[in-house]
């Protein structure tokens, strides 16, 4: 019996787009309830700080740079892959801190967790986002371990397995873009 494999998608991409599915379906039920929140009134206005907006540049480039090391990896360029993959992971923790300072700037103008609900809203809506940050990190240092420990040899499973960290780490990208264009135009 011969099994058509080309139409088939592995097992592992199922299980992360079922996964990012279901983180999809939890951001859009926060951002309903923040909008329905709004509508009851009291909602107090600020204005997002500089550093998110930087954040959001950073996190844009890491994905670029994460998309070229996995080129250079499947074009066998180890050197590249290797440099742009730790220049990714940099980006990616860059994209906590200024989150992490981002964070401390609304607090410092008084928007906090006690406060007003559009505070609230804010750092939750931005901090899960950012766990969900930490957990593409993470793979990128589990990337990065291989990359630095493994002999190099472009092979189908350490494509598929490099493949996976991209469409994550492409997942919170466009979901923080998401995040942040919302929460710019629902003031």
């Not at 766990?131 to 990065?144: K, Q, T």
Request: hydrophobic share 55%; charged share 15%; glycine share 6%.
């Amino acid at each position: 019996m011969l099994i058509n494999k080309r139409n088939r998608i592995h097992p592992h991409k199922f299980a992360l787009w079922a996964a990012m599915a279901s983180i999809t379906m939890m951001f859009v039920a926060f951002t309903s309830a923040y909008i329905v929140k709004q509508a009851a009134g009291n909602w107090l206005e600020f204005s997002m700080p500089t550093l998110f907006y930087v954040s959001t540049l950073v996190i844009l480039c890491s994905s670029v740079t994460l998309h070229m090391s996995f080129n250079k990896f499947k074009s066998g360029d180890e050197r590249l892959y290797k440099a742009l993959l730790i220049v990714s992971l940099v980006l990616g923790l860059a994209f906590v801190v200024l989150q992490y300072y981002g964070w401390a700037e609304l607090y410092k103008r008084g928007v906090d967790l006690k406060g007003n609900v559009s505070g609230s809203f804010f750092y939750l809506l931005s901090g899960i986002h950012a766990l969900h940050v930490l957990g593409g990190i993470a793979a990128m240092i589990v990337a990065s371990l291989h990359a630095f420990t493994l002999k190099f040899r472009v092979t189908e499973y350490r494509i598929n397995r490099f493949d996976l960290v991209i469409n994550y780490w492409h997942f919170v990208d466009f979901l923080w873009v998401y995040l942040f264009i919302f929460l710019l135009i629902s003031k």
